[in-house]
């Protein structure tokens, strides 16, 4: 019996001996995760802009430029490749040489028509006109038909870099405004557009 109460007193011992050696276990508070949200502007209501109708003709758009100035318009040209309907007109011949095209370019010149002499693949012809706009080639057409020569007509699509005179952005009502003010000017087809629009057709697009 003796025996039985050293052997548990030994075994409390060494009990006691080793929970003095573990370190203490200090419970972890949890942890609350906030999130600040980002603060949104309030940018109001969305900016419109004006933009002219293309144009591919230099002198064109040089006179639209002069026309839109005195007008007290502040505007900037943006250039954007676009496919464009061409109408050409050619003397139907085909030539061997320059030289014989430069004879038949002066029998047009006479007729006073500005043909223009040049080099196809291997052969040479004399180009008659080239027009963008539609009117323009059927004026040109009754002018060849009233001279009676022979001539080729051709109407096909190219690519081509086309111009446009835009606004900077602006309220609805003062879009709205400046808009008929054009219209009233008689200049033609100005478009009006929401920033955003303008942004995704054109904003990528460098100017001249």
């Keep these: 019996m003796k025996r039985t109460l050293v052997v548990v007193a030994l075994l409390l011992a060494m009990w006691l001996a080793w929970l003095a050696w573990q370190p ?11 999130t600040a949200l980002p603060e949104v502007e309030d940018v109001g209501p969305e900016l419109w802009r004006i933009v002219t109708r293309r144009m591919v ?30 109408h050409a007109f050619d003397d139907p011949g085909t030539f061997k040489t320059l030289a014989e095209a430069r004879k038949v370019e002066s029998q047009w010149k006479k007729r006073k028509v500005d043909a223009q002499a040049l ?3 291997i052969t040479f012809g004399v ?27 051709e ?37 009006m557009m929401k920033e955003s629009e303008f942004q995704r057709l054109y904003g990528t697009q460098p100017a001249p």
């Design 24 to 34: 203490p276990v200090v419970s972890q508070p949890e942890l609350t995760v906030r």
């Design 57 to 86: 003709w230099k002198q064109a758009i040089a006179s639209m430029r002069d026309r839109l100035y005195k007008e007290g318009f502040e505007t900037r040209l943006i250039v954007k490749r676009e496919p464009v309907e061409l």
């Design 119 to 121: 080099k196809r693949e």
């Design 127 to 153: 180009a008659l006109g080239r027009f963008y706009i539609t009117s323009y080639a059927e004026q040109m057409q009754a002018r060849l038909k009233t001279i009676g020569l022979p001539y080729r007509y």
């Design 155 to 191: 109407r096909r699509t190219v690519i081509v870099p086309a111009y446009r005179f835009v606004f900077n952005p602006m309220e609805k009502k003062q879009a709205e405004k400046s808009w008929k003010r054009l219209q009233n000017l008689g200049i033609a087809e100005p478009a």
